[in-house]
C-alpha cells in the first residue's frame, strides 16, 4: 500500500447519515406518506431502481408534500445509499435525475464530506469492499446493519487529489459504458417500431400493392402457435458441484436474467453442472428462443422472452441452458422467422396480453404453455415478408450485441483496475488526467435534489 494512503473511519467523512425512519415514527409516516404508481412530483428511489439500472420504469413516486414532509432523506446526486436490510451491506450511487428524488424505506442515505473526500472514489471504494462492509451486518431473520457499523467502516484515503484522480479514470470507464447503455436502447427502439409499423400498422414494404382480406393482408395465414414451434422443453437446474452424474458444464439462464440481457448487459451469473442426457435435450443454440413460465409475483407477469443469438452465446463461450422455470423454444423456420417471434412476444408481453394463460396460486405464477400452444393463434406473414423484416433488423441486433459485448470488456477492465487504484498499487500522483465531461465534481452538500439532467 502506497504511504499517501491512510487509514479513516468512514464517519470521519460523513455529513450525513440518515434513513427514511428520521422523518418519524412508522403511524406518522403511514398518515403523511402514499406511495403512487403514476407519475408525480418525486421519485421514492429504491434497491430495485439500482438493481435494474432502470431509472425510467416501475418507478415509486410520491406528491410534494409528501416530499418536502420527508425532509430529512432528500436525495441528492451524487449520494451513496446502502441496503440496511435484505441483502445488507450493498452500495449504490446516485445518478442524475430528472426530478427531485426521496429515500426508499431499508436505505441509508451517506452523504460525503467533499472537502475531505471524493464522493465517487468513497462509492467505488465501497462497492469494492462490499463483501467487507456485509460482515457487519447481524441476525437471523432479518440481516441488517446499523447505523454505527456503517460509521465504524474502515476505508483508505488518498489525498484529495488523487482521489479525484482515480475516480476520473474510473468514471471515464463508467460513462463509455452508459454511452453504450443508451445506444443500446435506442436500437432496440428502432427494432420494436419497425416490428410495429411493418406488422402492426401493416405498412410494410409493398403493403400498397397487397389485397387485405378480412383486415389480413393477401398471403399470410392465422396459425396455432404448436404449428410455429418445430422443438420446446423445459429447462434445468442440475447440481452445484460436480460429480460422475452431474458432470457436464453449463451456464444457466434464469427468467430474472432475461430482462437484463435484452437490455445488453451481459454477465455470466450462474454455471452449475448437468448430467449428459439433460444437457443435450436442453442446449441451447442460436435462434431458440427463452420463454418463462413460472415463478414471477403478482406484479410481475410470465412470458418474458429471450432470443439467442450468436453475440450472447460468443460471450458466455461455453454451453448454455435455460432454468427449470424457463421453456426452450424453437422456432419451426420454415413456418416463422426467430426475429419476427422475438418481437411479436415483446409486444405480446408489453400489451400484457401475455397473461391470459397465467396462473396465480400460494406466491407463485405458472404459466399455462400447452393451452398458449393449442389456442393462441397468430397472423403469420409470407416468408418473403419476414425474410425483409429480417434483413432490415439483423443489422441493428448486430451492431447491439457488439455495444454489448464491448461494455462487458470494458467492465472486466474497469473491475480489474479497481482494487489496484484503490489500495494504491497503481500510483497516478503524477499522472496527467483529464476529467471526463460527466464528472463535474458533483457537491451533493452544495446541490439542490437529485434533479438535475
Known amino acids: 500500500m502506497s504511504v499517501l494512503f491512510k487509514e479513516y473511519k468512514l464517519g470521519e467523512h460523513l455529513i450525513l447519515l440518515t434513513d427514511y425512519h428520521a422523518n418519524g415514527s412508522y403511524e406518522i409516516l403511514k398518515k403523511h406518506v402514499e406511495l403512487k404508481d403514476d407519475p408525480d412530483y418525486a421519485i421514492m428511489i429504491r434497491t430495485t431502481n439500482f438493481e435494474n439500472n432502470d431509472f425510467t420504469q416501475k418507478l415509486k413516486y410520491i406528491t410534494e408534500n409528501a416530499y418536502n414532509f420527508l425532509k430529512k432523506s432528500k436525495v441528492h446526486a451524487g449520494d451513496i445509499l446502502m441496503n ?189 453442472y448437468h448430467k449428459a442426457s439433460n444437457f443435450k435435450t436442453r442446449q441451447l443454440i442460436k435462434d431458440d428462443i427463452v ?23 460468443k460471450f458466455f463461450n461455453s454451453n448454455v441452458i435455460c432454468a427449470s422455470f424457463c421453456k426452450l423454444i424453437r422456432p419451426n423456420q420454415k413456418n416463422v422467422n426467430p426475429l419476427f417471434l422475438k418481437y411479436f412476444f415483446k409486444l405480446y408481453y408489453d400489451t400484457g396480453m401475455v397473461g391470459t394463460f397465467q396462473t396465480q396460486s400460494t406466491g407463485i405464477s405458472n404459466y399455462h404453455f400447452e393451452d398458449f400452444l393449442n389456442f393462441q393463434t397468430l397472423n403469420v406473414p409470407d416468408i418473403t415478408t419476414q425474410s425483409k423484416f429480417e434483413n432490415t433488423v439483423q443489422p441493428i441486433i448486430e451492431e447491439k450485441d457488439a455495444l454489448s459485448l464491448e461494455n462487458s470488456t470494458l467492465k472486466q477492465s474497469r473491475d480489474l483496475l479497481l482494487p489496484r487504484l484503490i489500495s494504491g498499487k497503481l500510483d497516478v500522483e503524477k499522472l496527467d488526467i483529464t476529467f471526463p465531461p460527466g464528472m463535474s465534481n458533483v457537491d451533493p452538500t452544495e446541490g439542490k435534489e437529485a434533479d438535475a439532467a
Open 84 to 272: 440496511k436490510i435484505a441483502n445488507a451491506g450493498s452500495v449504490y450511487y446516485v445518478p442524475k435525475l430528472r426530478q427531485p428524488v426521496s429515500l426508499a424505506m431499508n436505505l441509508f442515505l451517506l452523504r460525503i464530506n467533499t472537502k475531505t473526500a471524493n464522493q465517487k472514489y468513497v462509492y467505488k471504494y465501497l462497492k469494492c469492499n462490499e463483501n467487507y462492509i456485509k460482515t457487519f451486518a447481524t441476525g437471523t431473520a432479518a440481516v441488517t446493519i446499523t447505523k454505527n457499523a456503517v460509521r465504524n467502516l474502515d476505508i483508505l484515503l488518498p489525498p484529495l487529489s488523487i482521489q479525484k484522480k482515480i475516480a476520473a479514470i474510473l468514471s471515464a470507464y463508467d460513462e463509455l459504458i452508459e454511452n453504450n447503455n443508451r445506444r443500446i436502447a435506442i436500437l432496440e427502439k428502432m427494432a420494436e417500431e419497425i416490428y410495429r409499423e411493418w406488422f402492426v400498422r401493416m405498412r410494410f414494404p409493398g403493403h400498397e400493392k397487397v389485397k387485405v382480406v378480412k383486415g389480413v393482408p393477401e398471403g399470410w395465414e392465422l396459425k396455432r402457435f404448436r404449428d410455429l414451434i418445430s422443438y420446446y422443453i423445459g429447462g434445468g437446474w442440475g447440481n452445484d458441484y460436480q460429480n460422475i452424474e452431474f458432470y457436464k458444464p453449463a451456464y444457466v439462464i434464469r427468467g430474472t436474467d432475461i430482462p437484463k440481457l435484452n437490455d445488453g448487459i451481459f454477465k455470466h451469473e450462474i454455471l452449475r
Open 291 to 313: 420463454f418463462e413460465v413460472s415463478g414471477g409475483s403478482k406484479d410481475q407477469l410470465l412470458g418474458r422472452t429471450l432470443l439467442i443469438t450468436k453475440d450472447l452465446l
